[in-house]
């Protein structure tokens, strides 16, 4: 396995995937096994991840989206990943919410999504992680129930091409020293 910063430096967001190479199930599973022992606020595990095969469902995930650049990748990627969240889990006690910030499934699953995204990475997977469709429709056609919210589609695959580093800001651009 590559070094953890050689993973981090060269993860994309991948859109064009090679749609005659299928990802093998063990692959797939040390993908899910790095979800699986991602952080979670109290160790909530509050994830639940669909994993979509089946071209007429991708079909209809597809219908979900309109001006996303991914639009093409949900039906060409062999995998996608409905990444969901367990609503009243994370940043709750005894039912309650703990923080002004409310319910932290989306900080938990942003975990989740990252360590996806480099496991898949470091295994020679590309993914991008979409956000931009109709959540609504992709609920109902995933089945995602009552209590549950889907937040994020992750295509998956082996990268059919692959893309330069964008410009990142240098760290004292977004570093402040004891006060912002």
Not at 79 to 86: A, D, F, P, R, T
Not at 132 to 152: C, H, K, R, T
């Amino acid at each position: 396995m590559a070094d953890i910063m050689d993973i981090i430096k060269e993860r994309r967001s991948i859109r064009q995937y090679d749609t005659t190479r299928p990802i093998p199930d063990d692959v797939l599973n040390q993908v899910l096994e790095a979800v699986r022992w991602s952080p979670s606020w109290a160790n909530s595990q509050c994830w639940e991840v669909i994993v979509v095969k089946d071209p007429q469902v991708k079909q209809k995930l597809q219908g979900c989206f309109t001006r996303n650049p991914a639009l093409q990748a949900v039906v060409d990627a062999p995998v996608v990943i409905g990444l969901c969240g367990k609503l009243g889990a994370a940043g709750f006690y005894k039912g309650q919410s703990t923080t002004k910030l409310g319910d932290w499934y989306m900080f938990d699953l942003g975990i989740a999504a990252q360590t996806l995204c480099l496991a898949a990475h470091a295994l020679g997977l590309g993914t991008v992680i979409t956000g931009l469709f109709n959540i609504d429709m992709a609920n109902a056609a995933l089945g995602v129930p009552e209590g549950y919210q889907l937040v994020s589609l992750i295509p998956m695959g082996y990268p059919a091409k692959g893309s330069p580093a964008p410009r990142r800001r240098e760290i004292g651009e977004f570093t402040h020293m004891d006060k912002f």
